[in-house]
């Protein structure tokens, strides 16, 4: 294989994940060679998922450990004076942690913020490399018919006319044949050119079913991400305000949203190794694929892949015939204009025509050439691979720490949460007058009521932001692909 596009080199990041152990359901060794068609591959797959499922499992099961421990250490009998059990500072500490936990999610919603728009940046990259070749391979199909249909008008009108208006003078005639030979003879080599006439796979389709499946993946995220911060938030509120109903409302949300985190971090963990895999070496997956889906000369493909001095250009040959036939049919008519204009008046508007046609006819004719070349295509592949394995692998590396970062911070705050509760001053007055005392604790609404409206504010207008600049607005049309 050659080289790999202008541009794109695998990353660091690429080639450690490439290097994850693969194997199948009987744990025997897979190669990691990018093969999502084979069963030991998706299997392989499926078990770095299912780390996240066993992260989960011991997370739950740690959990509820620590959770009964709890409840068994509540329904002790308490010895001693309540100064002695040590539980106002101990209700403070859990509290603060999970204040502490809590805004580490914060913190960890903002880089799966970015992780998403980033992840969104390279399929959006993706998909206008796939717009701009279906573009060019549009060109090509457009100038091939142009062109061989204004050859074909020339050779049933004009020279038709010109052999009629000549044919006292055979020697005329027969060079005007052969002018016609020629030009049917370039109609056919140009014909052939149009490689991609007729093939089933059509990059816009492939475009708008890759942008179709990203709208509704960025919108699982946005939601994901919204829910987590409104747990969080809400969270926060209740400790603030000391409240027993919002807290046990969130500690329900925050379970949900724990076992959505670990279950974002398998689908994560999965699809990096999987892209890994891919990006590490790409054009021998690429290729096997096009030849399948397109059925095309393999010399072709070679060409446009791969795109060096090794591979030839396949097309060189047709060119520099149909280009040797134009220059031909041009001298032939140069001569007939010498030779026949004076004799026969008649001739000399088709053969103005017909020069005119070859005008035309040479300047698509260049434009055949600069389009056929593996340069422009090749460009856009690895404009393509670079969006894949550059901004979709960054993003999705920050969507996995989003989804540990959210994990690690809503167990410890599930952990926390019970702790936090049973500290919490007693709403009814009277129940002080059974003798127990107040929490010595000071109040956290005072002194997170500041703090958590600015933090409430600051995450509202990052979401907000994200919102509006991560949105990606596709076009299917080169050139007018913008992003708000």
Same mark, same amino acid.
């Given at each position: 294989? /050659? /080289? ?39 299997? &392989? ?64 919603? /903002? ?63 027969? &060079? ?40 509704y993946r960025w919108l699982a995220y946005i939601l994901l991400l919204l829910l987590d911060l409104l747990v969080c938030l809400f969270t926060l509120l209740g400790l603030a305000k000391q409240s027993k109903w919002l807290v046990i409302v969130m500690t329900v949300m925050s379970l949900l949203v724990l076992v959505l985190s670990w279950g974002s971090m398998g689908l994560e963990a999965a699809a990096a190794v999987g892209l890994s895999d891919f990006c590490s070496s790409p054009d021998p997956y690429v290729l096997n694929l096009t030849r399948e889906e397109t059925g095309l000369n393999p010399e072709i493909l070679h060409y446009y892949f791969l795109c060096n001095q090794v591979v030839s250009n396949p097309f060189q040959e047709r060119l520099t015939l149909s280009q040797r036939s134009l220059a031909s049919i041009y001298s032939q008519l140069q001569g007939l204009e010498r ?17 005119? !046609? ?40 920050? =969507?996995?720490?989003?989804? =540990? ?25 009277? &129940? ?12 956290? /609404? ?34 007018? !692909?913008?992003?708000?």
């Amino acid at each position: 294989m /050659g /080289g790999p596009p202008p541009g794109f080199r695998p990353s660091g990041w690429v080639h450690l994940l490439h290097q994850v152990p693969h194997t199948n359901f009987q744990l025997r060794p897979v190669a990691s060679t990018f093969a999502p068609q084979e069963q030991d591959y998706q299997q &392989a797959l499926l078990l770095v998922a299912a780390l996240a499922g066993l992260g989960l499992a011991v997370n739950l099961l740690v959990l509820g450990l620590y959770l009964l421990r709890s409840c068994c250490r509540c329904r002790r009998p308490k010895s001693g004076p309540p100064e002695a059990s040590g539980s106002p500072d101990g209700g403070g500490c859990v509290t603060w942690s999970c204040v502490a936990a809590l805004l580490l999610g914060c913190a960890g919603i /903002g880089l799966g913020f970015y992780g998403n728009s980033e992840t969104s940046d390279g399929v959006s990259q993706l998909s206008f490399s796939l717009l701009h070749a279906n573009h060019t391979l549009s060109s090509i199909d457009r100038l091939v018919s142009e062109t061989v249909e204004r050859l074909g008008s020339a050779v049933r009108s004009e020279l038709t006319t010109l052999e009629e208006v000549m044919a006292p003078r055979t020697e005329l005639v027969a &060079a005007a044949r052969g002018a016609r030979r020629q030009a049917e003879a370039v109609a056919q080599q140009l014909g052939e050119l149009a490689f991609w006439r007729g093939v089933p796979l059509s990059p816009i389709r492939v475009a708008e079913s890759v942008s179709f499946v990203e709208e509704y993946r960025w919108l699982a995220y946005i939601l994901l991400l919204l829910l987590d911060l409104l747990v969080c938030l809400f969270t926060l509120l209740g400790l603030a305000k000391q409240s027993k109903w919002l807290v046990i409302v969130m500690t329900v949300m925050s379970l949900l949203v724990l076992v959505l985190s670990w279950g974002s971090m398998g689908l994560e963990a999965a699809a990096a190794v999987g892209l890994s895999d891919f990006c590490s070496s790409p054009d021998p997956y690429v290729l096997n694929l096009t030849r399948e889906e397109t059925g095309l000369n393999p010399e072709i493909l070679h060409y446009y892949f791969l795109c060096n001095q090794v591979v030839s250009n396949p097309f060189q040959e047709r060119l520099t015939l149909s280009q040797r036939s134009l220059a031909s049919i041009y001298s032939q008519l140069q001569g007939l204009e010498r030779e026949a204009v004076p004799q026969f008046p008649a001739a000399q508007k088709p053969l103005l025509a017909l020069e005119e !046609m070859l005008n035309v006819t040479e300047g698509n004719f260049h434009q055949l050439v600069a389009l056929l070349h593996c340069r422009g295509l090749h460009k856009d592949y690895g404009a393509a691979l670079r969006g894949l394995c550059e901004d979709s692998m960054e993003g999705l590396l920050f =969507l996995l720490l989003f989804s =540990l970062l959210s994990a690690l911070a809503l167990a410890t705050a599930l952990c926390s949460l019970p702790g936090a509760w049973a500290h919490f001053p007693p709403r009814n007055p009277n &129940a002080l007058s059974n003798g127990s005392r107040p929490s010595e604790t000071p109040p956290l /609404g005072w002194v997170c009521y500041p703090h958590l409206w600015i933090l409430l504010a600051m995450m509202t207008n990052t979401a907000t932001l994200c919102l509006a600049q991560e949105r990606p607005s596709h076009s299917f049309y080169p050139g007018e !692909m913008t992003r708000r």
